[in-house]
């Protein structure tokens, strides 16, 4: 199985690393215009600046920005491969070639972290039974988790991941300044941090709902929205607030 | 050191346990309206149904709920010695005896989880310095994070905890109902939750901040609020990538 990789991102980076790694994969080429030679890529396969340099591979790897997915595609020199992307947002449709494919790991990815492959989800599309189980065998040889969903649920799943991340991280950083404001340490809040993470995944989330919302305890939220400074801090308590008591007060 | 334990909660199982097993303590008590003998508690200590029965001790735990740390306190049969109470948000002089203090585990406790108390910070406060010193003697025989913080802080602390514990985990459930309503399976999501918590531990939350909102990107911002079905999903995303909006445009 020869694979080319398109893109220098952090996707591609954490995606490159692993599938070099893989006994039964040849990482063939990897494409990216801001390729700098000798940098980040150069020793895991051949390095090359735009895509028509590409020569045919078994699946060819699409790991750019949403926006470019189409164009980048478009670009390819070669026909009847397989060419996959990798995000959560896009249709499979996009990819204008036969032989196409989506190829999600659901993961948040940064170039300075470690991550451990064989635990991230990976979600995979293809048109064809016999791409498909390409794809498969592919994700299995990094991953031993492999969901094969349609691009509608993949389009959920990354709205779903945007709570899951980008907002339980936005609860964070707005703890974080009200430890700041008040002189406290951040690290204060870390073993909840941690255990409240690991209660959502041990049971499930709705589970193990506590605090002043969940009781409607409403001296303690009247209290806590007049302690928050600011006017977005409020809303968003107010507006989760809400929503919790709306959401327990259906079970009672 | 001999403790007295007031309460049959979550917070007090978990002290009364760990309290237990410490050499330089003795817990002497242990005082429940709802103490069933033989149940729960009569491994680790005398049992008594009344705060009336109980004899003096060095300090004195209230684990009650936040309303009623007051009135326990007030029923109290000796005086002169440290009385206590472990409420993130009841100011100390709540407790009516003169010699007053907080020892406040700054965790989310549940009966059904085991706990590495050697991490859970404690925030202590007391009026004068050798209870104070009592307190954290107390505290690091437990734990090895120990924080002298006012009533002031601690309420803000408390806050704070809101939106780690309380309001992240809610946006776990939001995306579980996603998941459940489009036929995923919710364990698509763990390694991104668990990823997430640890980078705002490893890092600082807002460095890490990414997603549509961090970016402005109003198309997928208007597709995602399209493909939210309750009403009271679509204005927590609206809030909260308001304010993350507004949080990063800052920066610029």
Tied chains: 1, 2.
Excluded at 104 to 112: A, G, H, T
Excluded at 118 to 131: F, K, L, S, V, Y
Excluded at 181 to 193: D, K, M, R
Excluded at 206 to 223: E, F, W
Aim: negative net charge; charged residues 20%.
């Amino acid at each position: 199985m020869t694979i080319n990789l398109i893109g220098t991102g952090n996707v591609a980076w954490h995606l490159a690393n692993q599938l070099a790694k893989i006994p039964e994969c040849t990482l063939q080429q990897i494409a990216g215009r801001s390729l700098k030679k000798g940098e980040e890529f150069s020793h895991l396969a051949e390095e090359v600046t735009t895509i028509t340099s590409l020569k045919p591979a078994t699946i060819t790897i699409i790991a750019v920005s949403d926006t470019s997915i189409e164009n980048v595609a478009s670009l390819l020199p070669y026909q009847d491969t397989l060419v996959v992307h990798t995000s959560g947002s896009i249709p499979l449709e996009t990819i204008p070639q036969d032989r196409k494919g989506v190829f999600y790991p659901l993961q948040s990815f940064s170039k300075k972290d470690t991550i451990d492959f064989t635990n991230i989800p990976i979600c995979i599309e293809a048109t064809t039974q016999e791409d498909l189980e390409t794809l498969q065998k592919l994700a299995l040889f990094l991953s031993s988790k492999v969901y094969h969903i349609n691009s509608q649920q993949r389009k959920q799943a990354h709205l779903a991941a945007v709570f899951v991340n980008n907002f339980a991280n936005h609860c964070y950083t707005i703890a974080q300044e009200l430890c700041d404001t008040h002189q406290l340490p951040f690290e204060l809040l870390h073993a909840l941090l941690e255990k409240t993470a690991q209660k959502a995944i041990d049971h499930s989330p709705s589970d193990v709902q506590t605090g002043p919302a969940k009781r409607n305890d409403t001296n303690v939220i009247a209290a806590h929205v007049d302690m928050l400074q600011e006017d977005d801090h409020k809303s968003i308590y107010q507006t989760l607030t809400a929503s919790i008591i709306a959401h327990y007060g259906k079970e009672l």
